[in-house]
């Protein structure tokens, strides 16, 4: 086990404490999902090279609220795109081609602009703040296995409770079962 | 992973899938690309800097002498740089197109070929973004361009289409980086525990900004990527309708036109992906990728610019018929001018290489023949931008005013040495990439793959 992107765990003083099981197959890391679930363990964590629908519906994942800070990224960049036109125009009074100062329809461009630019920058925010990225430590004992075909399933804990989610992993088709203490 | 648009293994039925891979296989072939640059590789990038050293010394001259040396005549006082200016942009399309529409149209055979698209976006935009700089002589006052709080107050005109210009176009730039920046995390990060170079290796790091695949990842990853597709997908309309009205709010002949931003969308599109099947033709037979870009995928962008062609065509018979049919005399004159006059040839060579060339693509042998292909899309952009030289020039050379008629614009050397510096410049982007970022989206085209399932339902 390594940390991203090279160096062990142990070696930069940084260690986890509980079990992961490497699973091949979807369906295995699904149901193993599902058994941990109701033994109790709520604080998984999945780690696959893409995202599977099965393991998103085991894991009871609600949609991402990214898409409401995106949403107040493009309010935001509306009103402030029209704010500037109107502002300016107001504050520096200068009349071209004959027409009305605030002239709102080549102002829709700006806004609409400005609506594009702010709800991806906060879109961009909001993905970083809610994925915690950039992350410097792994929540869990990173494989990069995880990143062409094996799925790893991370029950945190120790003593009797990892041993028994060991047990349930192994029990649900894992190839590997690790216990880090 | 809540917001993915498609379950793994899902394409397989709606779309062409590359053959015979693994996800192992899968990694390995596009972290092929990255390394030790080949000879052929090392003498393009050599004639691509002298080309690029070229278009830098005839810029050189020019900032020194003056934008005479750039061939501007009364009354064609926006020639070759604005041309250059609407090509590059609208090369820039097709990426967007690719990676954005086609995603929220769940068109699974982007999948294997957006990662090239969108990279070209982002250098061709790069591209596309020095010729207003150029074309207003003091590039180093382009921050004018931009409204800040100026000691003197003074703002820039939001009711010109040439200051929307300035936010569509620095809109798109930013959105597409961060789109292509974003779509590589997951890809980087499994670069990141492979490749041996350290520089690369620090590079990945930074990009990967820790990524490891957990479900909280993919589940604000995919519900952010939705966004920037839904965001992307208005943002690319308009940016070409924008640049449309550079020319259509303006009352010139030839130019003052509803038709405008639905036509230039169209073109825009039209030869970004002649340019996009021109790359993946290079890169798929340079780096031996037939499996994981196959005939089917070059076929159906085939098919995308044969569909943009006819549009093309229809909006140039619809100009030549309103032109006709309405009541300017000016509009008509000029039309008559445009394909008769000075500059038939260019207008000719337009509509050949943008509406008679493209009609060999109903023949399926042509489109799966990659050499055939690849002189096609050649002249398809050949055509594309001799539009924008059309539209542009022709219009300005034939104003209202009969006593301008004489003077007649000629190409200079200038002009000639700063666009073939630019294709060095959009190259040197595109060739640093293929040898230092994956060329190919590992993770969506790891989704066509079969799931890997114990028990089959």
Known sequence: MSAPGGGTEAARGRTHRGVMGVFTYVDDAEAAIRA??????????????????????????????????????????????????????????????????????PF???????????????????????????????????????GEDR??????????????AGQLLAGNGADEVQHHA | MSGTLASPGAASAAGPEPRGLTARSLNEDVLRLIGRPGPVW?????????????????????????????????????????????????IAHCGTLVSAILFLFRSHFRRAVYRVAEAMTVFAVLTAGLFPLLHVGRPWFGYWLFPYPSQRGLWPNFRSPLEWDVFAVS????LSAIFFLVGLIPDVAVARERVENPVLR?????????????NRQWRHFYGAYLY??????????????????????????????????????????????????????????????EHLVTLEHMEKLAKLVLLTSTIVGYSYLSEIFMAWFGPSDAERDLFLS???????????????????????LWFKPVRRSMPALFVLMLFVNLGMWFERFVIIVTSLARPFEPYTWGVNYRISWTEIAVTAGAFAWFFLFFLVFVRVLPAFSITEIKETLPVPRRRQP
């Open chain 2, 338 to 360: 445009r394909y008769f006059g000075h500059f038939w040839w260019a207008t000719w060579t337009m509509f050949t290489c943008n509406v008679i060339l493209p009609l060999l």
């Open chain 1, 151 to 164: 799925i790893g399933v991370w029950v945190p804990g120790a003593g009797a409770a990892a041993s028994r």
């Open chain 1, 36 to 105: 941990l679930r109701q033994a109790g363990h709520r604080d998984l964590q999945v780690f696959s090279a893409v995202p599977y629908h099965e393991l998103e519906r085991a894991l009871e994942q609600p949609p991402s609220p990214v898409r409401w800070i995106c949403l107040a990224g493009g309010i935001a960049g509306l009103v402030g795109g029209f704010a500037l036109c109107i502002g300016t125009v107001l504050w520096w009074p200068l009349v071209t081609g004959g027409k009305e100062l605030v002239s709102l329809p």
């Open chain 2, 202 to 214: 620090g590079l990945y790091r930074l990009m990967s900004a820790g990524w490891t695949g957990s």
């Open chain 2, 228 to 289: 920037f597709a839904a965001l992307c997908t208005p943002l690319v309309l308009s940016v070409h309708s924008v640049v449309s009205w550079d020319f259509a709010m303006a009352q010139v002949p030839g130019w003052h036109n509803t038709i405008f931003a639905p036509y230039f969308v169209a073109g825009a599109i039209f030869s970004g992906v002649a340019l996009v099947i021109n790359l993946l033709i290079v890169i798929r037979r340079a780096f031996r990728l």
């Open chain 2, 42 to 90: 090392i003498v393009a990038f050599v004639l691509d800097l002298v080309v690029l050293l070229i278009g830098a010394l005839a810029l050189r001259n020019e900032i020194v002498l003056g934008l005479g040396v750039g061939g501007w005549t009364r009354p064609v006082m926006w020639a070759t740089y604005i041309t250059n200016f609407v090509f590059w942009v609208g």
């Open chain 1, 108 to 146: 829709v461009v700006i806004g609409y602009e400005s609506m594009i630019l702010l709800g991806g920058l906060f879109n961009l925010i909001g993905l970083l703040l809610l994925a915690r990225l950039p992350q410097r430590r792994s929540p869990a004992p990173y494989d990069p296995r995880f």
């Open chain 2, 171 to 174: 809109t798109y730039l930013t």
